[in-house]
């Protein structure tokens, strides 16, 4: 059997975690800083837990470049198909306070205090106002859209653009920004900015989406599940941005959200259920809430601390080696998803990559293989002799097939070299 050492893995997801993070963790899970107690077995009260998610925090926003002073860290649970619900209701509901804010200034102080007066002038925005904006650029974003006609009714949700419709009902490529349907005054709107199945990366933050000189603009909320910690992101430009753990920040079982305080009390705070029922909008469960988790700095209910000690560590270990941050990792990103891509443009009649150029993903690089005409047969042969060499967890997603190499923050220079000489090897054999 071969070594850990001896194993490239390009899983999509739990993915491969750095070593000596793992070994640190293990020695932690049986005797934590001396304590005799492992990690696990601490109390999510304690200030040993404290510390672990402080550090946490405060190292992601080092990493990352944005200011704890107006932004939020928030450890949750439910992944991040979890948030597409929480997203949801949290940013729905604060459009609604906006909304009530509003009426009540406009009706005045004393025809405020008619609430029945009040109701039917909120309901009435409601009906005629209220719209969140999804941009389907892959499954991930598609999920995330049906999420919400599920939850908050498709009256309210509106389909910016469906990348399928110019790419032969598949997804591969992002629609041009022109072509988008954007609503007036949004309560959000959503995207994936990497699509883990199909293999379709923004290259940059949507330009019809940036702030204005004067601050305003949408209010934009993004799944960074499986390209965060890799590349530079203007994080000003988003209210609200969560990712899984378990592609380049740790292990399942935590989800992190990033939102804008600006969102939190005292500056706004999420309607009453009970007003809530009395518009026909979807009352979150507390866990979703994010204001009740940013109050109890994550530890509302039982969190891993154990997953977010992972997490933590795999930041310190990012913050050495990386001094100048995430942007030591994009160059070594780049550098590892230019090799294997150069591999495959260099035998087309072996490969064929499925998104757009336009669009690759740098993290989920998504082919086929072709040669010889057919198909099944050729992606057997390349997943075989791949795994005799410890080239591992290459297979593509089960709904769209074919090979995924999941070029992670774990995959080292080495690994991207070994795949990149793979696939000239196996295109020549």
Partial sequence: MPARADITYFGAGPAALPTDVLETAAQALL?????????AEHSHRSELAAKIINEAKADLATYLDFSPEQYEVLFMQGGGTGEFAASMY???????SRQHAAVQKELGEGAAADEAQVLAALRQRVESGLKVDYIVTGSWSLKAYQEAVRLLGPEYVNLVCDARTIN?????????????????????????????VDGVEFPNFPKILE????????????????????RRIPVNNYSLLFFGAQKNLGCTGVAVAILKKTFLP????QPSPALLRKLALPIPPIVLQYEIIAKNNSLYNTLSIFDVYIAGQVLKKLLATFPNGVDGQQALAEKKAELIYS??????EAYKIVP????RSKMNICFRVIKGGNVDEAEKAFLKESTAINLTGLKGHRSVGGIRASNYNSIPLEG????ANFIHEFAKA
């Fill in 211 to 230: 702030p204005k000189e004067d601050g305003t603009g949408p209010i934009v909320v993004s799944d960074m599940s499986s390209n965060i910690l890799s």
């Fill in 343 to 348: 591999a495959l443009e260099a035998h087309p």
């Fill in 266 to 269: 005292p500056t706004l705070s």
């Fill in 356 to 359: 757009d150029k336009s669009a």
């Fill in 168 to 196: 032969d009902g598949k997804f591969g490529k992002i629609p041009d920004e022109s072509t988008w349907k954007l609503s007036k005054d949004a309560a959000y709107v959503y995207f994936c900015d990497n699509e883990t």
């Fill in 90 to 96: 949290n940013l729905v509901g604060a459009w609604v």
């Fill in 416 to 419: 991207a070299e070994k795949l």
């Fill in 31 to 39: 005797d934590y800083q001396g304590t005799g107690l492992g990690i």
